[in-house]
């Protein structure tokens, strides 16, 4: 009977936390300049070489170390202890309560699309500017 313990997975802790964040393969493969399938191929290796280990918790925003000690156990106990003490302690979440002001966040959404607009409507009256020179210049 042996005690040896088998070593972390380490492609299927990126896997994981990869689509914890959210991403695809195609996003992260973007993120460290690799193909997709070379993503997929990393994701299924017991091990992954140190230097692309490092681009890849950059890229994922999490530590060398977070990847090679992630467990599914961590999160449920994460986001346990979060909730719990997501309301001041009291063990009661409350949705209504906000970390950020909604009213800066739709005033930050309207500006993003005024600048949008502003430069799709630059670029139009550019396209009609050319258009008119060039049948002048007939």
């Not at 991403?23 to 299924?44: C, F, H, P």
């Not at 409350?94 to 009213?103: D, G, K």
């Amino acid at each position: 009977m042996s005690t040896a313990t088998k070593p972390k997975h380490i492609g299927r802790n990126i896997s994981r936390i990869r689509e914890l964040r959210g991403m695809k393969q195609e996003a992260l493969a973007d993120a460290i300049g690799i193909s997709q399938q070379s993503i997929s191929n990393i994701e299924s290796s017991e091990t992954v070489d140190k230097e692309k280990l490092i681009e890849i918790a950059k890229a994922l925003g999490v530590s060398v170390e977070g990847i090679k000690n992630f467990s599914e156990e961590n999160v449920i106990n994460y986001f346990n202890n979060f909730y719990d003490n997501s309301s001041g302690g009291n063990g009661i979440f409350n949705p209504t309560q906000c970390t950020f002001n909604p009213l800066d966040k739709l005033i930050e959404s309207y500006d993003e699309n005024k600048k949008l607009y502003e430069r799709l409507l630059q670029a139009e009256k550019d396209k009609i500017e050319y258009l008119e020179n060039s049948l002048k210049g007939k």
